[in-house]
């Protein structure tokens, strides 16, 4: 194996093992690798490295589309210079582009999702939210930024704690937050009456079911029962296209000693590391489309990203063709 392939695994463990966090910085950074290995790898078997190398980064993480789709950009790429007969050198110029043109793609995208996200930030409002997602933080932060006054209520979230990123993250910009316990969320929404909920999102199925840290659903309830809107920020390139071949978005099951490391003879620990959110709890997607509702997520993928969902398209006709 060659030390560019290497650093591909290495990168690989690093985001199976949540060294690398967050659905925006594993598809950077799966990214990174990849163009990284295309710049290093010598061109003898080049092809089958590469194929290797896609393979780790893609079992790295399942739950990650942010990734996967990158990485079904730069494949479709890859298509088109075989298909055009490009020299091995050609082939690797190529994805070392597609691989630097998704990373901008991504990064604009985000900034987009906090440009429109900001605006629905309530003056004088309450805003609660759970685990730590960045596009989240940036939002609250350009909300600030912009003249806009709010307390915001977060979760510690269980058991890794990111909960507590995002609580540093905001005290750091000057936002006054309060910080709870998982199990006090309807608490604290009958205590604080919060005007929303925002949260990030891991993926996004087909049909507008999101995905996200567990306890996210639960958040969604405590919205619901106590009437006030629940909003996730997510930028589109988070849509899974295996919920359009009828497979559901899996749930992570984590080690169970980040539970309990020392649990007693006897008692089982589950760990799940997300659950979904039906659309029907969910009053409105913000994306680098606009704010949108969820049943509208796969038209507007379609639209926004037409590049990758042409390589979608060639996996849908693949599958029909098969026995």
Known sequence: MNSSLDYVKKIAEDIKSLKIQGA????????????????K????????????????????????????????????????????????????????????????????????????GW?????????????????????????????????????ETRPLYQGRKTARRLAEYGIKVYHVVDSGMRWIARKLKPDMALIGS??????????????????????????FPFYVASTLLKFDASTLFGEYIPIEMRDVKEVWPDAPEGVTILNPAFET????????????????PPEHVLESFMDTY??????????????????
């Not at 590469?50 to 890859?78: C, D, W």
């Open 306 to 323: 037409p590049n990758i969902w042409q390589g979608i398209y060639q996996e849908i006709m693949k599958i029909r063709k098969e026995p």
């Open 41 to 116: 790898s010598p061109e003898k078997n080049f092809l089958q490295d590469l194929n290797s190398a896609i393979k780790f980064l893609i079992n790295s993480r399942p739950t990650e589309p942010a990734m996967q789709n990158g990485i079904r950009f730069v494949k479709y790429h890859l298509n088109q210079a075989r298909e055009e007969n490009k020299t091995i050198s050609g082939i690797k110029e190529t994805i070392k582009q597609a691989s630097e043109s998704y990373i901008n793609m991504l990064e604009e995208a985000t900034k987009k999702v906090v440009k429109f």
């Open 24 to 39: 925006t910085a594993v598809a950077i950074s799966a990214l990174n690798a990849l163009k990284l290995f295309v710049e």
């Open 202 to 227: 891991d993926a996004i199925s087909s049909t507008g079911v999101i995905i996200n840290k567990i306890g996210s659903k639960l958040l969604a309830l405590v919205a619901n029962e106590f009437d």
């Open 277 to 292: 959110v039906d659309p029907k709890y969910i009053d409105g997607i913000i994306t680098e489309s606009g704010v949108i």
């Open 119 to 155: 605006k629905r930030i309530p003056d004088d409002g309450v805003i609660m939210t759970h685990c730590h997602s960045s596009v989240v933080v940036n939002i609250l932060k350009a909300a600030k930024d912009n003249g806009k006054k709010f307390i915001v209520v977060n979760t």
